[in-house]
């Protein structure tokens, strides 16, 4: 019972959220904030994971797959279809739902117990409009190129093991990589990322936004945001993927 409550006071939100703004001009101005907010400061946490994560991989699927009945070029090919398919889009955001998640939880949670959200509604703004439009459009918009920047650095990293050690030749991977190439893959990981970009927002803001209480229950709002937002995340990746794939 309590789930359902929770799923009507979610979709009364976004009813809340999606309707036309009060003042498009602050509508505006909040967006390119937020897109630097919750997109631009997360480049540095992608930009160390995916490089990582490509070298890893290259080096693991490598030293386990050493048979001489498998061509030289199929480490290229694991790596290049699992940054593609998985790691640049749920992956990444399973990692971006706890920085960006807690981020817009904590925020929102603040200005909740702090009376902002109050103090808006007593001057007639719609407040859930005004806080949460712009975190969700900015991400949204924002995670395509976070998408594409871990596919590119994730393989990047894996060219570096070629370069600077004797694991796997620069050539053997690079076939790899290009081998039956299916451009589908990467639209099946940006419309992947689009809507988990919408859930790590919604869900992250609908804890705070109902965050009453002291600085414990900020915290609370943020465990919670983080956690439904995970869940959900690979929930729908399983969905997407049967609807794209099967």
Not at 140 to 167: C, D, E, Q, R, T
Not at 204 to 212: E, L, T
Request: net charge positive.
């Amino acid at each position: 019972m309590k789930l359902f409550q929770q799923i009507g006071k979610y979709c009364l939100l976004m009813t809340k959220v999606f309707t036309r703004p009060d003042n498009w001009r602050m509508f505006f101005r909040q967006l390119p904030l937020e897109m630097e907010k919750l997109g631009l400061r997360s480049l540095g946490i992608v930009v160390i994971i995916s490089i990582f994560i490509g070298a890893i991989m290259t080096i693991q699927t490598k030293l386990n797959t050493s048979n001489p009945l498998l061509p030289r070029y199929s480490t290229g090919l694991v790596t290049r279809d699992t940054l593609l398919l998985e790691f640049s889009s749920t992956i990444l955001c399973l990692i971006l739902a706890g920085k960006v998640g807690s981020n817009i939880a904590s925020e929102i949670g603040t200005m909740r117990i702090t009376e902002q959200i109050d103090a808006l509604e007593i001057m007639g703004v719609n407040s859930a409009n005004y806080l949460i439009l712009p975190k969700i459009v900015a991400f949204v918009l924002m995670m395509p190129f976070l998408v594409i920047f871990s596919m590119a650095l994730g393989i990047l990293g894996g060219y570096g093991v070629g370069m600077f050690s004797n694991i796997i030749t620069v050539s053997d991977f690079v076939y790899g990589i290009q081998y039956a190439f299916n451009p589908f893959y990467v639209t099946y990981s940006l419309t992947k990322s689009l809507f988990f970009a919408y859930i790590i927002t919604s869900v992250s803001s609908y804890y705070g936004y109902y965050a009453y209480g002291g600085a414990l229950d900020v915290g609370v709002a943020s465990t919670n945001a983080v956690v439904h937002s995970s869940v959900i995340i690979l929930l729908f990746n399983i969905l997407i993927t049967n609807i794209m794939l099967a």
